[in-house]
């Protein structure tokens, strides 16, 4: 063991110690300061964060609040019998009186009504904004109402430059013959109601290419200027913005009144706290930390001679058991009836005395594992080693073309290329929680889920794949390219039996079943349907946020049962729309093969052909398609292909 020199300076520990103490007590104490005035800082922070939170609910139910009533008295037209008797004379100026005497009835929850026919021509619009047809915000208000089950939709559309909530309901007689929008403007009197609720200021603040705009606000007009220059519309949504406001700091939320809108322009919410009222309080606090600061000063100069006194035994104690280690005593145990730091040192230097005793037994089995990382994981987490039933993931990847690669070149050349192949395989499979169970020559064989499971086995699995066929797109160009060399992928999850295989004096950690068999058929069968990665049903099931075809149903060679087997496309989301509705015609296709609609079949598999990204694939089921027509399969036959050799 490395041992550690001290130069003298002090004749004894606890003289060296008295000192070193005491020449840390004042930073610490210091420190203990500016940490607890930070966090009484926090607090107030968090204290005018809650009263802004307060105040965005109250602001959100207001809002809601109003959108209900306005829904009710819209919705409520529909049985009105002067509004329907209105309506149905088709007189207009009948229908805009009815529309005002609406108004005047709803005490201000209704401020503009405008009624349009199911084309989106105006039939009526009380505040009168001089157009016949409905177009932009207001007809994609109309078409998201059209969508809705209920024939309900909101948005926030400015009416001579005023924001206006708008709500759009059907008009039923009793089938619907019309739609009828109604709301009320966001301006200062809606802001100074929330302000009476709240005790916060309110602003209303419209962004759009040009910047940002002041609506309305409770703040003074002074402040408005400098409220729209601050303001920052990235950072609406995301938690607290402070503002410099003529000296003040204001602590601020945001609510985006319309997140869903179609154009360039927000309107946002902001729901004012002003810092100034918490100030006196915080300085208070600050001079009874400062009267604290020094009691504590005094009390910890008596505390450390106390210390001093206390620390030589355990220390010695610690340097002897030490030697023990030294000499390889690793069983050997410290006990200290000490709960402070020395106890908490004392553990420690036991635990050190249990690593490097792990450590030897590392050292033994990876004389017998493969695998250094299956070692660690196994003194980790102990299994049984003699054989134990896991659901494991297998993974085989071999290389499509590689023998006619190797002709005509230097085996370093071959060297070169597979090396490369198999260092980005491994790279992938570790770094995605896999191990590597072995090398096959151009192939590898991969296990996620042993020695050691991990909740998303089966994922890693397919992300490694996926990786695996992207970083080998960037391997093979130029040369490569020539021989059309590509990664073969089977992935298969199952119940193996895992443990160690071999002899007393050489073991290697593997699995065996029929679930690494059927692996390796899949594997083999990607040169069949000409796709890259093929897994099993019970792999696919479990792929979350990953997307897959179906590509057949099978009876390998050697299993009874047969197995569904899937292509995986990539991850959801990211997926190109032309291979989405590929996906979507082959699986159409697959359902008139299985029925024996051959004419169908065809028709679909043509149009696949043409411009689909597996043409092998297409070309596979054409030639069945035909060899059934001149043999049609049994009476019993269920759509499953037998594969009689492997």
């Given amino acids: 063991m490395s041992g550690l020199t001290i130069k003298p300076g002090f004749r004894s520990f606890r003289s060296r110690l008295i000192v070193f103490l005491l020449i840390l007590l004042l930073p610490l104490l210091g420190g203990t300061y500016l940490f607890v005035n930070s966090n009484n800082r926090s607090y107030t922070e968090k204290t005018i964060n809650s009263y802004l939170e307060s105040g965005a609910g109250v602001f959100d139910f207001t809002l809601a609040q109003q959108s209900q009533t306005l829904v009710s008295i ?60 409905l177009s932009g915000a207001w007809q994609r208000l109309l078409e998201d109402a059209d969508r809705d089950q209920e024939g309900l939709a909101e948005a926030i559309i400015s009416i ?141 100069i008596l505390a450390v001679l106390f210390l001093a006194r206390s620390v030589t035994r355990p220390v010695q104690k610690l340097a002897g058991f030490v030697s023990r280690i030294d000499k ?87 060297l070169n290329v597979l090396n490369g192949f198999l260092s980005s395989v491994a790279g992938q499979v570790e770094s995605h929680c896999g191990v590597v169970d072995k090398f096959m020559g151009d192939g590898v064989m991969a296990l996620y889920g042993a020695p050691v499971a991990h909740e998303r086995d089966v994922e890693n699995a397919l992300h490694s794949a996926l990786m695996i066929e992207r970083q080998w797109r960037n391997m093979a160009e130029g040369e490569l390219a020539e021989f059309g060399l590509q990664p073969c992928i089977g992935i298969h999850t199952g119940l193996v039996v895992a443990g160690n295989l071999g002899s007393s004096n050489r073991m290697n950690y593997s699995v065996v079943g029929d679930t690494v068999n059927l692996a390796a058929r899949l594997e083999s069968l990607t040169r069949y349907y000409g796709v890259t990665c093929i897994v099993s049903e019970e792999t696919a099931s479990k792929g979350r946020g990953l997307l897959f075809r179906e590509l057949d149903l099978v009876r390998v060679y050697g299993r009874r049962d047969p197995v569904r087997i899937y292509q995986l496309i ?5 997926v190109e729309a032309s291979m989405l509705q590929e996906i979507q015609h082959f699986q159409t296709f697959l359902e008139c093969y299985r029925n024996r609609q051959w004419d169908e079949a065809e028709h679909l598999l043509s149009g696949l052909s043409a411009g689909g990204s597996t043409p092998a694939l297409y070309s596979l089921y054409a030639e069945r398609i035909a060899a059934f027509r001149r043999a049609p399969p049994p009476a019993d036959w269920q759509g499953i292909f037998v594969f009689d050799k492997k």
């Fill in 570 to 574: 990539g991850e959801t989301g990211r």
């Fill in 160 to 300: 001579r430059g005023i924001p206006h909530r708008l709500i759009a309901v059907p008009l039923y007689l009793p089938r619907q013959v019309a739609w009828i929008i109604g709301g009320y403007p966001l301006d200062q009197e809606v802001l100074d109601r929330v302000k009476q609720n709240t005790l916060s200021e309110v602003s209303l603040v419209r962004v759009d290419s040009l910047g940002n705009h002041i609506v309305a606000s409770t703040l003074p007009p002074g402040y408005w200027s400098a409220l729209a220059e601050e303001f920052s519309p990235s950072a609406s949504g995301h938690g607290l913005q402070k503002f410099n406001l003529g000296g003040e700091i204001f602590g601020s939320l945001s609510r985006i009144l319309n997140p869903d809108s179609s154009t360039d322009e927000q309107l946002v919410a902001l729901i004012h706290r002003s810092y100034q009222e918490n100030l006196a309080n915080e300085k208070l606090f600050q001079d009874l930390l400062a009267r604290f600061y020094l009691l504590i000063l005094a009390v910890s």
């Fill in 328 to 414: 390889g005593e690793y069983d050997a145990t410290l006990t200290l009836n000490s709960q402070d730091e020395l106890g908490v040192l004392a553990d420690s230097v036991n635990s050190m005395a249990r690593g490097l005793a792990e450590k030897e037994k590392v050292r033994d089995l990876l004389g017998k594992v493969v695998s250094r990382q299956i070692a660690e994981r196994l003194i980790k987490n102990p299994v049984q080693l003699e054989g134990e039933e896991k659901v494991t993931t297998i993974m085989y990847v071999d290389i499509k073309g590689f023998t006619g690669f190797c002709e005509g070149r230097s085996p370093r050349q071959v």
């Fill in 74 to 133: 819209l919705s409520s037209l529909t049985w009105d019998f002067g509004f329907r008797s209105a309506f149905g004379t088709g007189d207009q100026p009948t229908l805009f009186g009815a529309g005002q005497n609406v108004l005047e009835r709803s005490l201000g929850s209704v401020e503009t009504l405008l009624v349009a026919d199911m084309e989106g021509r105006v039939i009526i619009d009380t505040a009168l904004q001089g157009f016949d047809r």
